[in-house]
């Protein structure tokens, strides 16, 4: 079982609808969490991060965080084609030395398409 | 400010020989990662290097390996490649080294005949 599970959907809506993306994890040590959106040939690039439970919103993005349940959400409201991309989940833990949290566990990653 | 770039973009090569894959952090960054993308596997954390050292690293063979100058560009090399080994290599930097947010380049793809 990978240690963290996303949905990879397709997922497919019409512009204006609230989109929302899930990942579940099992590594308790997880302590950052993070969104990436990718375009297709493109790198990943950073959405949002969160640091342990909680929620944080950035202009139409919501990212929701709840660690006793070791659940992870991305809610997007008035979505627009222009969100059409692969959604990424991304977690890290502190190395042994709790010095880097370098390493980025992801999901397999949502392909969302916001069709006009 | 630049992001992180990637060299070079598109690689193609055959199985048994080797390749190198460059990649310069955003400036002012000092760590930076390397990850493997496959349609099977997704994203893999490969190494990550701060301080020209290695800092963390991922479940890959000895084949695949990387190093950080003192400019904090760095560079992962793979040896005697496999059909496997035909992915998206990513390279993420982040100011210091205890950071959650990284930022990722374009990647290099890289085809293995």
């Known amino acids: 079982q990978k240690e963290v599970e996303q949905d990879p959907g397709p997922l497919s809506v019409p512009e204006g609808a609230i989109v929302s993306l899930n990942c579940t994890y099992s590594n308790s040590a997880f302590q950052y969490f993070m969104w990436y959106r990718q375009y297709s040939r493109k790198g990943p690039e950073l959405l949002m991060y969160t640091y342990s439970s909680g929620n944080k919103e950035d202009g139409r993005f919501t990212a929701q965080v709840d660690k006793s349940s070791k659940y992870i959400s991305l809610f997007i409201r008035d979505s627009q084609p222009s969100d059409s991309a692969t959604y990424l989940c991304?977690?890290?833990?502190?190395?042994?030395?709790?010095?880097?949290?370098?390493?980025?566990?992801f999901g397999q990653g949502t392909i969302l398409t916001v069709h006009p | 400010k630049a992001g992180v770039t990637q060299t070079p973009r598109y690689l193609i090569k055959t199985r048994g020989q080797q390749v190198t894959l460059s990649c310069s952090p955003i400036s002012g960054h000092r760590s930076v990662s390397w990850y493997q993308q496959t349609p099977g596997q997704g994203l893999q954390f490969l190494f990550e290097?701060?301080?020209?050292?290695?800092?963390n690293k991922g479940n890959f063979p000895g084949r695949f390996s990387g190093r950080q100058f003192s400019n904090s560009r760095s560079e992962m090399n793979v040896s005697t490649l496999e059909l496997g080994d035909s992915a998206l290599y990513l390279c993420?930097?982040?100011?210091?080294?205890?950071?959650?947010?990284?930022?990722f380049g374009p990647g290099t793809r890289l085809l293995v005949l």
């Open positions: 290097y701060f301080s020209e050292t290695q800092r």
């Open positions: 991304a977690m890290s833990a502190p190395d042994a030395g709790g010095t880097s949290y370098g390493k980025l566990t």
């Open positions: 993420a930097s982040s100011f210091r080294l205890a950071q959650e947010t990284q930022y």
